[in-house]
Nanobody
Framework: QVQLVESGGGLVQPGGSLRLSCAAS????????MRWYRQAPGKERELVAA???????TYADSVKGRFTISRDNAGNTVYLQMDSLKPEDAAVYYC????????????????WGQGTQVTVSS
């Protein structure tokens, strides 16, 4: 079983910064892509940013230039540095990881974190 544990959410004023972390633990081989999604009340969950095992990153247009996704050297922790936060960034942020079982290089399984609340308000 694999667990994704998120941290770093909270309340911040517009223009401020937060750094989210998501650490994977449990029994697994390796992790392919790691992603951050967010879901605001009454809206669908949307992809915010993703990083592959090779370090390639992609971002939603709404966060380009303000958010930075990264992974640690072991590849099991993903970060989301959020700068110049806007009220419309407020949401529950979820970590997602495509995890490969031990001994396998294909057919990753998607796991989700429990979510962390980000509130942007003055």
């Amino acid at each position: 079983q694999v667990q994704l544990v998120e941290s770093g959410g909270g309340l911040v004023q517009p223009g401020g910064s937060l750094r989210l972390s998501c650490a994977a633990s449990g029994s697994f081989g390796s992790i392919n892509a790691m992603r951050w999604y967010r879901q605001a009340p009454g809206k669908e969950r949307e992809l915010v940013a993703a990083v592959t095992s090779g370090g390639t990153t992609t971002y939603a247009d709404s966060v380009k230039g303000r958010f930075t996704i990264s992974r640690d050297n072991a590849g099991n922790t993903v970060y989301l540095q959020m700068d110049s936060l806007k009220p419309e960034d407020a949401a529950v942020y979820y970590c997602n990881a495509a995890v490969l079982r031990v001994g396998l290089t294909t057919s990753p399984i998607n796991y989700w974190g429990q979510g962390t609340q980000v509130t942007v308000s003055s």
